[in-house]
């Protein structure tokens, strides 16, 4: 029992890691350096 909810938690948490990396690689880019400061260049 306790492996089953162990084997979904590890399954649930790699399918949000890697739908985030998807979000990242697919969203616009961003204007501007990487420290998010606001510049422009």
């Not at 306790?2 to 979904?8: A, L, W």
């Not at 938690?9 to 990487?34: D, H, M, Q, T």
């Amino acid at each position: 029992m306790f492996e089953s909810i162990f084997i979904g938690l590890l399954f649930i948490g790699a399918l949000g890691y890697v739908g985030n990396r998807l979000r990242k690689e697919f969203s616009p880019k961003k204007l501007g350096c990487a420290k998010g400061c606001g510049c422009e260049k």
